[in-house]
């Protein structure tokens, strides 16, 4: 085998050697420098070069357990051409060192000549199959893991990788059958508390958050080194097969083209909504039918909705994706109804003075800091939207109402009673999902406000209804810390009994 590799792509060739339980020679070379790295059944034995603290004779005589002459006595024995195995067997079959030194000096050789082949940006690699006669090195499935692993922390040309294993939202799980018994392994708190994260659930990006920024890189590292072993492994996979780096590259470098096509597209559909009535907005003549509108609001809502953006497309671009939604609606809303042809309910964003909120009108105060004058309009239009929201509850339409208090929302995620809205309408669907939004809702409005009581009782409730009475009681007693004796949570208390 003859082959090219990057510093990336050589703890893949570990990789491997080690699951196809391959044995032979590994020599990596670039410029005149040759290294060698002897592998038995997949596991590392011993490893050489022409540096003086990576050869076995040199270093155990600079560490003075061998005396010069005693190395050229051991020498004798040899041919012209030897290897460190045979080495260490000359000078341990003639008594001039003993077995367990030679064994551990030849652990540390193996570990700087994997870390400093990691160090090469590139080179060429050839593997030999041969089968060793070692007498004298014991293989050891951990210690060849956590070479590779300390290896690739010293990887060069990182960036570029860490980069896309942060771009991706797939999750993390542990491979089952599990390749290597990781629970053997020495690891430091850090890789332990990354360990225990592994849970079909976070990202690498998420993973790394928890973590302080100076060890975020050293954290990838060891993700990285655990995905190319096989210990963990993406979900849904990058492709089939074992792990390799360039699915990974490659499907970041997709990502990042889909990032931008979506990123124009928003940017252009917000400079068009900003200055379109509600009949362009929706691409609809004044004559079209409340059906024909209905569709036409359909088919752009899903064309530009959040839930077909990029994670990343949506924060970066939340005030246009939230005017864009606004449009959106309110043109539907106002072609849905009699009158059509009304103004649009939010003007253009950044526009000064007067901001319209259906009936509401509020005029700012020009002599205001300009984030404080935006503030202002976000928090009045979401009240604006807020209000009609309640309306459209009052008169049960509970669709209209929802998307209302999504509008809400989208200009001012602090206000606890916009996300209760939100569950006092979907509260009214017995189905599952909706049950679970409701529940969502409630428990962010007593995250947001804790001190209203109202809050506590209307999750209360919907734990009561779900039949989960320790939970229900759990937050009536919350609401009961806040309004002591209050004869509507003692009687909804007592119904628990």
Known sequence: MRSQFKSHTLAEMFSDFYHAERSGALSLRRNDVEKRI??????????????????????????????????????????????AGELAAA????????????????AQIVERVVESAFGWDEGAASFQDLTWNNTVFQTDILNTVKV?????????????????????????RLSDPMPI????LTLSSTHGFILSRVDNHTSVAKLVSLLPNEEEEAAARF????????????????????????SIIRVHEDRRALERVQEQSIQRKYEQVRQQSPYEVLGVSPSATHKEVETAYEQIKARYGRD???????????????????????????????????????????????VAVKNLAVRVELDRPQSMLEADKANEVADGYFAQGRKCLRDGDFHNAIQYGKLAISHNSSDAR???????????????????????????????????????????????????????????????????????ILEEIAQLD
């Open 91 to 106: 000078l341990v079959q003639r008594d001039l060192v003993g077995k367990s030194t030679v064994s551990r000096t030849m």
């Open 181 to 184: 018994p990781i629970e053997r």
């Open 308 to 354: 077909r953006l990029l994670p990343s497309v949506r924060k970066k671009l939340r005030s246009q994706v939230a005017l864009i939604e606004s449009r959106l609606i309110e043109s539907f809303l106002t072609l849905s109804q009699p009158g059509r042809g009304a103004k649009p309910a939010v003007k253009s964003a950044g526009t000064m003075g007067v």
């Open 418 to 488: 916009y996300f209760c809205l939100l569950g006092d309408c979907q509260v009214r669907n017995p189905e599952g999902r909706w049950q679970r939004m409701a529940e969502e809702n409630y428990t962010r409005a007593t995250q947001l406000d804790p001190w209203n009581a109202d809050y506590w009782i209307n999750l209360g409730r919907l734990y009561k209804q779900r039949g989960m009475k320790i939970r229900a009681r759990k937050q009536f007693e919350e609401a009961l810390k806040l309004v002591p004796n209050k004869p509507e």
């Open 148 to 172: 590779i692993l300390n290896g690739i922390s010293r990887m060069a040309n990182f960036g570029p990788v860490y980069e896309a294993m942060i771009g991706l939202d797939n999750s993390l």
């Open 223 to 246: 993700v990285f080194g655990l995905l190319v072993m096989g210990v963990i492994e993406y979900i849904p996979p990058l492709s089939t097969g074992p792990f390799r780096v360039t």
């Open 38 to 83: 002897c592998f038995d059944r997949g596991m590392m034995v011993f490893a050489e070069s022409d540096a003086q603290d990576e050869d076995l004779g040199a270093v155990l005589v600079e560490q003075g357990v061998l005396s010069p002459g005693a190395l050229a006595e051991g020498q004798k024995t040899l041919g012209d051409t030897w290897n």
